[in-house]
């Protein structure tokens, strides 16, 4: 098992900056990758970013590309979503969530989740 504790969330204005944490304990040393996931009120589950555990190749969805970043401490097993230049639209609550699977770093199947944290981008 894997336990994810996210933390960062928050408030912030259009334009903003928010940096979100994910810790990650437990069978930690079977991960082959984290995802950050987000769920806007009445939308679906977005997959908005992933990176490999090993390798640090990562992935964004197009609606946040160039605007946020993923880093991984692997020594911490913690990841970082650096969220800059929000929009309303962004606004949504953020899970982390880590797979002990082989896949493609776009997949939207992961095994373990955190509790979520909320994200709210004023206009």
């Known amino acids: 098992q894997v336990q994810l504790v996210e933390s960062g969330g928050g408030l912030v204005q259009t334009g903003g900056s928010l940096r979100l944490s994910c810790a990650a304990s437990g069978r930690t040393f079977t991960m082959y990758a984290m995802g950050w996931f987000r769920r806007a009120p009445g939308k679906e589950r977005e997959l908005v970013a992933a990176?490999?555990?090993?390798?640090?190749?990562?992935y964004f969805a197009d609606s946040v590309k160039g605007r946020f970043t993923m880093s991984r401490d692997n020594a911490k097993n913690t990841v970082y979503l650096q969220m800059n230049s929000l929009k309303p639209e962004d606004t949504a609550v953020y899970y982390c969530a880590a797979r002990n699977t082989i896949a493609p770093i776009t997949t939207p199947n992961y095994n373990y989740w955190g509790q979520g944290t909320q994200v709210t981008v004023s206009s």
């Open positions: 990176i490999d555990w090993s390798g640090g190749g990562t």
